[in-house]
C-alpha cells in the first residue's frame, strides 16, 4: 500500500523556538495533504487541510500565523509551528490523498510527537 | 454536518471473546464511513470502510463492520479477541472529503 512518511517521529525544543515537521507520500503524488492534532487519549483534530500550490485551508479556531503550512510540491507538505509553547506539545499527525484517488483513500503517516520545554 | 459518536472509552474483552466496538453517526448526506486503528505512538492505520454496496464490510486482522442505515450505525466486530488486537480504534464518517474522528475506543484485551 502507498505510505506516508512523516519526519521527525520525536522533537524536544525550547520554549519561543519554531519546529518544522515534514510529511512526505513515499510512492505516490498527493494533491491535497491534512494536518491533524491529538491531544492524549483524545481523537484527532483537523487543523488544515494543504493543497499543492495553494494556501492552506485552516480549520476555525487555528492559528494559520501560528501553524505555517507549505505544499510546495505533490510528494511534500510541511508544517511549521512558530514560536512553540509549552501548550504547542501534542501528537501531529498528517494524511495524504493520492493525485489519482480521493480522500477515500487518504494515508496516515506516523505522526510527530512535539514537547515544548 | 456530520459527527461520530463511539460508545465507551474503553473495552475490556478477554482473549478470544467477541469484540464489539460502537458506532453511530449523523450525516446530511450519504455517509462514507472508516474503522481505524491506532498503535501507541503511531498514526492511523485503516482497518475497513464503507463506501456503497455491501453493508457488511470485512477488513484487516479478521475485522468486519455493519451499515445499518435505519439505526445510523457503523459498530466493529471480530469474533475471537487475540492480544495485539490492543490498541486504540477511531470511527469516522466523511461526506465532505473531510474525515470527522470520534472520541476512540481503548480496547484492552484480558489475557
Known amino acids: 500500500g502507498a505510505v506516508v512518511s512523516q519526519h521527525p517521529s520525536r522533537v524536544i525544543c525550547k520554549s519561543g523556538t519554531s519546529v518544522k515537521i515534514e510529511c512526505r507520500s513515499l510512492d505516490f503524488q498527493a494533491t491535497t495533504m491534512f494536518w491533524y492534532r491529538q491531544f492524549p487519549k483524545q481523537s484527532l483534530m483537523l487543523m488544515a487541510t494543504s493543497n499543492e500550490g495553494s494556501k492552506a485551508t485552516y480549520e476555525q479556531g487555528v492559528e494559520k500565523d501560528k501553524f505555517l503550512i507549505n505544499h510546495a510540491s505533490l510528494t511534500l507538505s510541511t508544517l511549521t509551528v512558530t514560536s512553540a509553547h509549552p501548550e504547542d506539545s501534542s501528537f501531529y499527525i498528517c494524511?495524504?490523498?493520492?493525485?489519482?484517488?480521493?480522500?477515500?483513500?487518504?494515508?496516515f503517516g506516523q505522526g510527530t510527537r512535539l514537547t515544548v520545554v | 454536518a456530520q459527527s461520530v459518536t463511539q460508545l465507551g472509552s474503553h473495552v475490556s474483552v478477554s482473549e478470544g471473546a467477541l469484540v464489539l466496538l460502537r458506532c453511530n453517526y449523523s450525516s446530511s448526506v450519504p455517509p462514507y464511513l472508516f474503522w481505524y486503528v491506532q498503535y501507541p505512538n503511531q498514526g492511523l492505520q485503516l482497518l475497513l470502510k464503507?463506501?456503497?454496496?455491501?453493508?457488511l464490510v470485512k477488513g484487516i486482522n479478521g475485522f468486519e463492520a455493519e451499515f445499518k442505515k435505519s439505526e445510523t450505525s457503523f459498530h466493529l466486530t471480530k469474533p475471537s479477541a487475540h492480544m495485539s488486537d490492543a490498541a486504540e480504534y477511531f470511527c469516522a464518517v466523511s461526506g465532505n472529503e473531510k474525515l470527522t474522528f470520534g472520541t476512540g475506543t481503548r480496547l484492552t484485551i484480558i489475557p
Open positions: 494524511s495524504a490523498i493520492p493525485a489519482t484517488g480521493s480522500y477515500l483513500g487518504a494515508f
Open positions: 464503507y463506501t456503497t454496496g455491501a453493508t
